[in-house]
């Protein structure tokens, strides 16, 4: 199916159990046992992070499937970072929540590089041809829904 070694496999699965243990532990215990006046924007982040947790864990077992949320991981990490985490250092504004936020945005910055099978995500996500945006020529003629595979050129 992909042509990524076991090792590179279960490095990918360590990055995933990583990010789902570390995020369950801190966002679970709010999601599961809210306050009764919870709501705002933190709820949101609260909730997104717990989802990203709950992703997370299904990367161990399918590890190629979901390099999308490693390659989210990163993107998101880099932006708060280059957005505010860094001008906010610079400026020596950074509270115990920004100093705290920062440090695991740079955990994942270093980790999450080094899991990812570049040469991979680079042939399947930028190189390799994208799926169809129309109806094939053969259905739109005869009126036959066209049937897509699951597989990589479906």
């Known amino acids: 199916m ?16 990583f990010i789902a243990v570390g995020l369950g532990i801190n966002f679970w215990p709010g999601l599961i046992y809210p306050p009764p006046t919870a709501s705002g924007p933190g709820t949101v982040v609260q909730a997104l992070l717990g ?69 991979y995500v680079c042939r399947t996500f930028a190189l390799e041809r994208g799926d169809r945006w129309l109806r094939s020529s053969d259905a739109s003629q005869t009126g036959e829904r066209p049937v897509v595979s699951p597989g990589r050129n479906g």
């Open 51 to 119: 989802t990203l947790a709950l992703l997370a864990a299904l990367g161990v077992r399918y590890p190629v499937r979901l390099l999308p949320l490693l390659i989210f991981e990163l993107i998101w990490k880099l932006v708060w970072v280059i957005a505010y985490g860094w001008p906010a250092w610079r400026a020596g504004h950074m509270d115990a929540y920004a100093s705290g936020t920062l440090f695991a945005c740079m955990i994942g910055i270093v980790l999450v590089p080094l899991a990812l099978p570049w040469r």
């Open 2 to 17: 992909h042509e990524l070694g076991l090792t590179r496999l279960y490095l990918l699965r360590a990055m995933y159990l």
